[in-house]
């Protein structure tokens, strides 16, 4: 059973940066496609970003050129880079690893199958 533990949420200003990680604490998700998923309170989850197993990577709209996701298989884990943050990115930010998310589909959150338990990014004037 693979277990995902994020860190690295905070607050910032807009404009600003903050790095998201995630690492598997048990198990390995080498071969699965990541994903980091947004949830502002009251909402559904959304994709933000998602990086498969040969690294290749696909963004909402609304974060292309400002967030990066990449992937060390080594170290088993995944980071989301954030630049320009928006006051619109606040919200807890979740890592998920799905074994048979595909690549045109990686914005259904429910072919994800483990989550780590979120972290919140606050962005403020």
């Known amino acids: 059973h693979v277990q995902l533990v994020e860190s690295g949420g905070g607050s910032a200003q807009a404009g600003g940066s903050l790095r998201l990680s995630c690492a598997a604490r048990?198990?390995?998700?080498?071969?699965?496609?990541m994903g980091w998923i947004c949830q502002v309170s009251g909402k559904e989850r959304e994709g933000v970003a998602s990086i498969d197993s040969d690294g290749e990577t696909t963004y909402t709209d609304s974060v292309k050129g400002r967030f990066t996701i990449s992937r060390d298989n080594v170290k088993d884990s995944v980071y989301l880079q954030m630049n320009n943050l928006k006051l619109e990115d606040t919200a807890t930010y979740y890592c998920a690893a799905g074994w048979r998310v595909t690549r045109t589909a990686w914005r259904n959150v429910d072919d994800y199958t483990n989550w780590g338990q979120g972290t919140q990014v606050t962005v403020s004037t």
């Open positions: 048990t198990g390995t998700f080498r071969s699965a496609c």
